[in-house]
C-alpha cells in the first residue's frame, strides 16, 4: 500500500514537470502555429542555469548557508533567463518564417536545437550540475513505514500553481483575451488594433518560461546533464499529441496520462515503457489527430 | 550537374552528364588516400538514403521526421542475419535488410499518410521512436547501447568472390567495398530518376502541388503517398544496408530521432526542388560533419549555425542556388 501511495506520488512529481514543458510547447503552437523542436533544450538551459545560480551563490554566501527560503528563490532565475533567450529568439530566428511552411520551422528551430545544445556544453562544461542541497535541506516526510521527499511535494504544488497560474492568465486577463484572439486569427487581431508581433514575442517568451520553470524545479531532484533535452523533447511530444496541439488542458491531461502509463510501465513491463507510450500517441493521432482536447 | 534542370534538358546531355561523373568517382580513388576514399564511400552512401528521403520530401511533399527508422532497420537487419543466421554474402545482407525495411515502411506508412503536414511529421517521428526504444531497451537482443558489431572480414562481396581474409585485408575492403558501394549508388540513382520521371513521379508531383485537383483527376492520392513512403523506407534502408560494415557497428543512435534530423538537415542542404539535391547535400554534409567534428568540439553549434543561415538565406539550397547563380551569369555575358 505505502509503496502505492509513493508511486502515485511520483507520478504526480513527473506529471508537474511534463506539464509545465508540455504547456509551453502547446502555447507556442496554439499562438504561432510553430513545433518548437528547441523546446526540450530550453527546458535544458533552465535546469542548468538554475543549478549554476544555486550553486555560486551557496559557494559564496557567508558560511556556505544561504538558507531554504534563499535559494528557493533563485530557483526560478533560470526560468527568466529562457524566457529572455526565447524574447531574443522569436524576433530573430522564427518572425521571418511565419509566411513559409511548416517544413521551414521544424528545420530552423532543429538548427536551434544543435546551437543551443554546444551553447550549453560551452558554459557549463561536461560535468552534470545539481541544485541537490535544496532537496536534502527539505528533508522528507513519512508516508506509511517509509519516507518521501519533501522537495517532490513541492514540485507537485509548483504544477498546481502554473496549471492554475496559466489558465487564469489566459482565460481571465486582458491579455489573455488577446492572446486567445491572436491565435484564432492574426489579421482580424492586427485588423483590430492589436500589435501581433508583440503578442509573439510575449507568447514565445512565456512559453520558454514554462520550459525553464520546468527545468528549474527539476534540477533539485535531479541532475542537467547534456542531451536532457533532447530526450524530454519527444516526451513532451507525447503529452501534447494526446492532449491536442495548442490546448492547455490537453497538456495537463496528457502530462496525467503519461506519467502515469510511465510510472506503471517502469513497474510491471519495463522493456516496453516508453514504446508503449510512443505508440499511444501514434493511435491518438490516428483516431483524433486534433487529441484529446485540441481543436481542427 | 545537369540533372537539376531535368525537366527542360535533352536526355542525352543528362546521360552525358551523369556518365562523367561516374567516371570522375571512379578514378578518384586512384587519386586520394584511403581516408578520402572511406569519406567519399560514407558520402555515397548518405545520398542513397537522401535520394530516398527526398521522394518523400522533394516530389510528395511530405516531411517526415522519422527516417532513421528505415535506416537502422536497415542496418539492425543485417546486423541479425550476420550473427545469428551465419549469412556472409552481401547481397543476401541486401536482399534481406530490403525486404526487413519493407515490411516497416509499408506498416508505418499505412498509419502515416493518413495524415500530411505536421501531423505526418509527429506520426513518423513517434513511429521511429518506437523501435529505437525497443532497440535500447531489448539489450539481449540488439545489445543495447553496446550495438552489434559487424566485422567486415566475416563478409563477402559478389556472392562470395570477393572476401576480405587474411594480411592487408581492411586496405583491400575499403577499396573494393568503394566501387560496391558507387555501383549500388549508381543503380539507385538511375531507378529513383526513372521513378522521379515516371508518370508515378508525376502524380506525385501532381499531389504534392494541389491534392483536391489530383484526387479530382482520379489519382488515389493516399495509395501514391503509400507507395511513394515505401519506395522511399526501401532506399534509405538500403543505405542503412551499406553503411553498417563500413562502420562495422551498429547502435541505437541511427534510430534515435536527431539522426533523422541529420537527412533531413542533408537534403535540405543540397536542395530538395532537384533531383541531384540530396546527392550533393548528402556527400557535402559528411565532408562537412567530419571536418567540424575534427575541428572543433563544439561542431553542433557549427552545424546548427549552417542550417539556420541555410533556411534563411539559401533555401534553395545549394544545388538550386548555384543554378540560379548560373543562371543569371549566363543572362549576364550574353
Known amino acids: 500500500m505505502t509503496i502505492f501511495v509513493i508511486q502515485i506520488l511520483n507520478s504526480f512529481f513527473y506529471a ?6 508540455a504547456a509551453g510547447l502547446s502555447l507556442i503552437y496554439g499562438v504561432m502555429r510553430i513545433v518548437n523542436l528547441a523546446h526540450g533544450t530550453l527546458y535544458a538551459l533552465g535546469a542548468y542555469v538554475s543549478a549554476w545560480i544555486v550553486g555560486s551563490a551557496v559557494g559564496h554566501a557567508v558560511e556556505r548557508n544561504l538558507g531554504l527560503a534563499g535559494m528557493l528563490l533563485l530557483l526560478p532565475l533560470g526560468a527568466i533567463a529562457v524566457a529572455a533567450v526565447g524574447a531574443l529568439i522569436e524576433p530573430t530566428l522564427l518572425r521571418p518564417l511565419y509566411r513559409r511552411s511548416e517544413e521551414y520551422h521544424l528545420l530552423v528551430t532543429f538548427g536551434l536545437l544543435m546551437i543551443l545544445e554546444d551553447v550549453i556544453k560551452l558554459l557549463f562544461g561536461r560535468t552534470p550540475l545539481s541544485a541537490g542541497t535544496i532537496m536534502d535541506q527539505m528533508g522528507s516526510i513519512p508516508v ?12 507537485i504544488a509548483v504544477g498546481v500553481g502554473a496549471a492554475i497560474g496559466l489558465w487564469a492568465f489566459i482565460y481571465r486577463t486582458k491579455f489573455g483575451v488577446i492572446l486567445r484572439a491572436t491565435s484564432q486569427d492574426r489579421r482580424m487581431a492586427a485588423a483590430l488594433g492589436i500589435n501581433v508581433s508583440r503578442v509573439y514575442v510575449q507568447a514565445f517568451a512565456i512559453g520558454c518560461f514554462m520550459a525553464g520553470l520546468g527545468g528549474a524545479v527539476v534540477v533539485p531532484a535531479q541532475a542537467a546533464v547534456l542531451g536532457l ?59 483524433r489527430p486534433t487529441g484529446l482536447f485540441g481543436r481542427a | 550537374m545537369a540533372m537539376a534542370t531535368a525537366t527542360g534538358t535533352p536526355i542525352w546531355r543528362i546521360t552525358m552528364g551523369a556518365a562523367i561523373i561516374l567516371v570522375i568517382l571512379a578514378i578518384l580513388p586512384q587519386l586520394v588516400d584511403a581516408y578520402q576514399t572511406v569519406l567519399l564511400t560514407y558520402g555515397l552512401i548518405m545520398a542513397i538514403a537522401a535520394l530516398g528521403f527526398n521522394l518523400l520530401l522533394g516530389y510528395t511533399g511530405l516531411l517526415s521526421f522519422g527516417h532513421s527508422a528505415y535506416f537502422g532497420t536497415g542496418a539492425y537487419t543485417v546486423a541479425f542475419i550476420t550473427r545469428d543466421f551465419g549469412v556472409h554474402s552481401m547481397e543476401l545482407c541486401i536482399v534481406g535488410g530490403m525486404l526487413g525495411t519493407l515490411i516497416i515502411a509499408a506498416i508505418f506508412g499505412f498509419v502515416c499518410v493518413r495524415h500530411t503536414r505536421i501531423f505526418f511529421g509527429i506520426l513518423t517521428l513517434a513511429l521511429s521512436q518506437v523501435l529505437w526504444s525497443l532497440a535500447f531497451k531489448f539489450f539481449w537482443v540488439t545489445g543495447g547501447t553496446d550495438g552489434i558489431r559487424i566485422p567486415y572480414a566475416n563478409l563477402s562481396l559478389v556472392g562470395g568472390l570477393v572476401d576480405f581474409k587474411g594480411a592487408g585485408s581492411f586496405h583491400r575492403f575499403i577499396y573494393a567495398y568503394y566501387y560496391y558501394v558507387l555501383v549500388v549508388f549508381a543503380v539507385s540513382t538511375i531507378i529513383m530518376w526513372v521513378i522521379a520521371h515516371s508518370p508515378f513521379g508525376k502524380a506525385l508531383q501532381a499531389i504534392r502541388d494541389n491534392e483536391t485537383r489530383a484526387r479530382f483527376v482520379g489519382i488515389s492520392v493516399r495509395r501514391y503517398r503509400w507507395i511513394a513512403f515505401m519506395i522511399s523506407g526501401i532506399f534509405t534502408g538500403l543505405s542503412g544496408i551499406l553503411w553498417v560494415p563500413l562502420n562495422g557497428l551498429t547502435t541505437p543512435d541511427i534510430l534515435y530521432w536527431p539522426f533523422s534530423g541529420e537527412i533531413v538537415f542533408m537534403t535540405v542542404l543540397g536542395g530538395f526542388r532537384s533531383f541531384s539535391g540530396p546527392i550533393v547535400g548528402a556527400i557535402a554534409f559528411n565532408y562537412l560533419k567530419t571536418y567540424a567534428i575534427a575541428s572543433t568540439e563544439y561542431w553542433q553549434l557549427l552545424l546548427g549555425v549552417v542550417l539556420v543561415v541555410l533556411v534563411m538565406a539559401l533555401p534553395a539550397g545549394i544545388v538550386g542556388t548555384t543554378a540560379r547563380l548560373a543562371a543569371k551569369l549566363g543572362r549576364w555575358t550574353k
Request: proline share 3%; hydrophobic share 70%; no cysteine.
Open chain 1, 16 to 21: 508537474a514537470v511534463l506539464f509545465l514543458i
Open chain 1, 144 to 155: 506509511g513505514r517509509l519516507i518521501y521527499p519533501a522537495y517532490n511535494l513541492f514540485v
Open chain 1, 229 to 287: 533535452g533532447v530526450e524530454v523533447l519527444i516526451l513532451a511530444f507525447v503529452v501534447v499529441v494526446i492532449g491536442g496541439l495548442g490546448s492547455l488542458q490537453g497538456a495537463l491531461v496528457g502530462a496525467l496520462i503519461v506519467s502515469f502509463v510511465r510510472t506503471a510501465g517502469i513497474q510491471f513491463f519495463p522493456e516496453i515503457e516508453l514504446a508503449v507510450l510512443y505508440l499511444i500517441a501514434a493511435a491518438v493521432l490516428l483516431v
